[in-house]
């Protein structure tokens, strides 16, 4: 089964979702886009591995992880981790600095810090503490786990972002 298959089960132990949900939620630790993940569905739903639970307005399907779906995913959940893949723009621009005048690796650094304060602020949003969780706590903590790193991870572009400033302004005048 593929990674995304996997991931895609994952999103569903907490809570039965859309499509479009599962969309929504993988972006906290996942680039997929709709043409990826309505295939794995079908697929996933063809394994009996999820199951459609509702359509409550008689387009959108409801997915739900069935036993046989939790059974699948247990092995891979402590399987050893690949390393994370990353693709980041920004920093291969960063790299080709040199071409461009000092003001113009401000605005890139500026733009940066402003992406991830506007993530930040989202991410800060959709953060519940651990001693609010209630009833469901064990499902729930797993989504406050990812949802507090991005939120550090956030914090720390920030954090590099104003050094990045400094240094421009200190080395490159």
């Known amino acids: 089964m593929s990674t995304i298959s996997y991931v895609v089960l994952a999103m569903l132990v907490r809570k039965s979702l859309s499509g479009q949900e599962i969309k929504q939620y993988l972006q906290l630790f996942w ?9 794995v569905l079908k697929k996933l739903r063809s394994e009996g591995l999820i199951e459609i639970v509702d359509t409550p307005d008689g387009k959108t399907k409801i997915y739900a992880i069935t036993e046989a779906g939790k059974v699948s995913l247990k092995p891979w959940i402590l399987e050893e981790n ?8 920004f920093l ?21 810090k402003i992406y991830y304060l506007n993530l930040l602020e989202k991410y800060q949003r959709l953060y519940v503490p651990v001693e609010e969780l209630g009833e469901n706590r064990k499902k729930e903590f ?11 991870l ?10 990045a400033r400094e240094q421009i302004e200190a080395y490159l005048r």
Request: net charge neutral; aromatic share 6%.
């Open 82 to 89: 690949k390393p994370p893949t990353q693709k980041d723009e």
């Open 154 to 163: 956030c914090k720390e572009e920030v954090v590099w972002c104003e050094w």
């Open 142 to 152: 797993s989504r406050m786990l990812v949802i507090n790193r991005k939120i550090r």
């Open 31 to 39: 680039e997929a886009h709709h043409s990826q993940i309505y295939p």
């Open 92 to 112: 291969a621009k960063l790299y080709a600095l040199s071409l461009i005048d000092d003001s113009q690796v401000q605005h890139l650094i500026d733009n940066r």
